[in-house]
């Protein structure tokens, strides 16, 4: 088991870093070139930067029993493809029960504002999302024990 995160845009950084040292878990951060991160933890791995390049190669390292750490809807519903665990950075799992929805909801926001419509913003993250991260985080990580 890794912990595999889409690092471009993952806030939580110390919280995943914190549930990996913890349960002696390896953990790598896909970005692209544009970005800059550094860790004394984790091993930071960049792409070239492109349309979806983080997306592609984190789904391609992704393997049954890692963790994806990813807002992406269909980076997640990629990784559940491969027996992996998937969860926000906001620490809300994705499993087999709720990607459909969250897919088809993504798909009608996108036609939404396709057609020139508005759609709520996300919300500014907060400390609960961190708390909710980590302790998601372990649950899943003890999912393999």
Same mark, same amino acid.
């Not at 349960?23 to 692209?32: A, E, F, G, P, S």
């Not at 088809?104 to 020139?116: L, P, Q, T």
């Not at 919300?123 to 302790?135: A, G, H, I, P």
């Given at each position: 088991?890794?912990?595999? !995160? $889409? ?11 914190? *549930? %990996? #040292?913890? +349960?002696? /878990? ?20 960049? !792409? $070239? ?11 391609? *390292? %992704? #393997?049954? +029993?890692? /963790? ?78």
């Amino acid at each position: 088991m890794r912990i595999i !995160v $889409d690092a471009d845009a993952c806030p939580g950084k110390h919280m995943i870093e914190k *549930a %990996a #040292k913890e +349960n002696n /878990i390896d953990v790598i951060m896909y970005c692209d070139i544009t970005h800059v991160i550094t860790s004394d933890y984790s091993v930071v791995k960049y !792409v $070239d930067k492109g349309f979806q390049s983080v997306d592609v190669a984190l789904t391609n *390292a %992704a #393997k049954k +029993n890692d /963790i994806i750490i990813t807002q992406d809807y269909g980076v997640a519903a990629m990784a559940l493809g491969k027996k992996a665990y998937a969860i926000s950075p906001k620490g809300y799992i994705y499993d087999d029960n709720n990607i459909d929805k969250l897919l088809f909801e993504r798909h009608i926001s996108a036609k939404v504002r396709r057609g020139g419509g508005k759609t709520s913003s996300p919300k500014k993250r907060t400390k609960e999302d961190d708390e909710r991260l980590y302790q998601n985080l372990t649950k899943l990580i003890k999912q393999k024990d």
